[in-house]
């Protein structure tokens, strides 16, 4: 019987959806002293996806954080039985991922550095060792396989009553059979929602509806981006020798996974071709239910689980089990407050691991509802990291038949996905293809990676790749002549007001209070001191400030300055699209850009920092003295409509000075070898300019106040936990990617946030966090011996006071 009698009028928190991650944050919630909280399902508790839900658990995951948010959930799991007295299933039976090509093989060994580094017990065993564990698989053709004995399974629908039943026991209430029709807002809040059961007034409401929040998010006026796909697993009857101690198992060559199910194996996969579902929407009254068994799809992944199981061959299969799972269009799930309605916040999209999310999901969500921001970086889930275009049916369905087979796909570093490209492009994009350009997406901009002779794109390597050479090329350029580099996907937003300036002044540790036409570099933090944006404040005028900011954070910095400009009298508005850069880069900038302007460009006439609108040949631009790679170097700004014109009479000049297309991977390259950080590596809200080596963009005596002021005071009273150091690889044939632990004196202190490898040098620079159990202080860092492991091979790396490239 549905559970609409007494429903409330009213509820500080309402969470639409009663699955396994609703439950959880209801939980949660409950934990931080939230006692009025009502969690509405449409139809019965894990009625959805939950129910039908493999229930694999694993710890490992690619940052640090989104893995201690991992095993977190299972600490939960193994004692929610205990507290609740409802069982869980939980069972730690530990895993064994298996690996049938040398390309695995390096991924496994970098996945054990990786998680050795972040805690986590993990063994790289024979292929002998894995048949010990697994005894039902074929080993003959394996190279290696790794052991993490935490990992384990549960029962979703018990785990999930489990939570429910804590959430209760904490003051939650649940309502089943209870539909949401419709949201009500006010001046940019949520403050109510429609139901089947009439209104519900409330301060905040959690989406956790997994496939229907996109849907529900619509009615909201906010863009969830994930899109249904049918899932497959079969459940066999009992088989001799499986037992309910069999680790769960992972071959992803095969594309397959397998975990004991009452005696008989659970049998499942991602195929790399998917097959999404419900790109209209999910029929009402789709609780409980299943799609046709289609075996054509299946046959892929039975194929090789035969292989590597032969017991399937004559097993007996009870069920070919198709279920719904959602997905987004990077394969992270979507968590935290929408951009667009403050007090609305979003847990979905979980690619078919929300059970191994849901504690951990959970927690950080109430956090961050209960706190006003997240307790941790969260970046890689974080819906601002999305924007309203991600929201297109056909962007998400084309890209759902890709991103599901993410989760066994080779995980090659700087890979490109291949579905919804050439989507924005640069005014330039067909001259820049036309000379070789070889294209990476960002934010949907299709921005140049590097530029190659010939047709076709380069391999993917853990090796030295394939495009290095012409990268080396590149960066030689920008070193000894000049380089042009198409900049146009950055993030441009303006604002402008009477309040403008003490609005940036709150939000901005630099003092931005400079004269009109000068630009600052300056970090915008949040209360813990750690960065929610680094970015380029250039003063217009005395009203308006022009930001410049990554191509990434758009929707991120949009929300931050939109939600603390409050009552100002002051407006931004996103520009992107508007302008074009261009910049030129190396020691011959300067003359190139005098043959075809008449402006002063002396160091007098515009230093560094400032900015002056100059004509270039037959258009005004505005130019902007800086260099994120180091050295001399111009951004000219300039009217998306004139950039054509402005590359190619730069283009004609350039030739005889050695002029040089260059893209994205000589920047960072060079900007590591210059010592610049770059957010979402070294920078993010768990990282502080005291940390980052970036103080010189904090100005803690500006006169006023500024978020983030006073942690940073006491930061520098007690000292930093961790600091950012520059260190060069003494091995020339190394070749680091980014995310390799680091170890000093044989101990692991931290992991790679960015890896380049230098033409000066001749070999790879890398930033990367060295931490202590004591405040690290800069002697502590520069001293002790480091090695940096890649791939199981240990690299001695010296560690730089000073960058390689300093200029």
Known sequence: MAETENLPAQAEIVIVGGGIIGCSLAYHLTKLGRR?????????????????????????????????????????YRTLEAETGQATGWKACGSVNVASTPERVVELKRTVARARSFGVEIDLIS?????????LMRTDDLLAAVWLPGDGKANPADLTQALAKGARAGGARIREGVRVTCFTRKDGRVIGLETTAGHIACETVALCAGQWSRDLGCKAGITVPLHSAEHF????????????????????????????????????????????????????????????????????????????TPCLETAEVRQLLNGLESFTPDGNFILGEAPDCRGLFVAAGFNSAGIANAGGA???????????????DLGDVDIR???????????LRERTVETLGLHYAMRWPRYELKSVRRLRRSPLYDRLAAKGARFGARMGWERANYFAPGAGEIPYSYGRPGWLPYCLEEQRATRETVAIFDQTSFAKLLVQGRDALAVLQRLCANDVNVAPRRMVYTAMLNARGGFESDLTVIRLGETAFLLVTGTAQATRDRDWITRHIGEAAAIL????????????MGPKAPALLARLSPDDLSDAALPPGATAEIDVGFARVRAARMSYVGGLGFELYIPAEFVASVYDALCDAGTELGLKDAGYYAIDALRIEAGRRAFGAELGPDET????????????????????????????????????GIFVLDDREAFPWGGEGILRDGKPVGEITSAGYSAKLGRAVVMGYVRGDVPVTREFLLSGRYVVDIAGERVPATPRAKPPFPG
Not at 385 to 395: C, D, E, I, K, S
């Open 36 to 76: 009025d909280v009502l969690v509405l399902e449409q139809g019965r508790v894990t009625s959805g996806t939950t129910w039908h839900a493999a229930g694999l658990v694993g710890q490992m995951r690619p940052t640090r954080t989104m893995t201690r948010m991992s095993r977190y959930g299972i600490e939960l």
């Open 127 to 135: 292929p002998a060792e894995a048949g010990r564990l697994w005894p």
């Open 233 to 308: 697993y079969i459940v066999t009857k009992r088989i001799p020798g499986v037992t309910p101690d069999l680790p769960v198992m992972r071959d992803p060559d095969g594309f397959i996974y397998y975990k004991e199910e009452v005696g008989g194996l659970l049998m499942g996969g991602f195929e790399p071709v998917a097959k999404p579902w419900g790109t209209g929407g999910i029929p009402e009254g789709f609780e409980f239910q299943l799609l046709p068994e289609d075996w054509d799809q299946f046959e892929p992944l039975m194929k090789a689980a035969i292989h590597r």
């Open 362 to 376: 959970g927690r950080l969500l109430a956090e961050w509802i209960v706190g006003g921001e997240p307790s941790v």
């Open 385 to 395: 990291r999305f924007a309203g275009f991600h929201g297109n049916r056909a962007h």
């Open 573 to 584: 508005t996103d520009v992107t699209s508007a302008w074009s850069v261009l910049s030129l």
């Open 689 to 724: 300019p005291l940390e980052a080596g970036l103080m010189h963009a904090v100005k803690l005596e500006k006169g006023m106040d500024f978020i983030g002021r006073d942690a940073l005071l006491r930061q520098r009273e007690r000292g930093p936990g961790k600091r950012l």
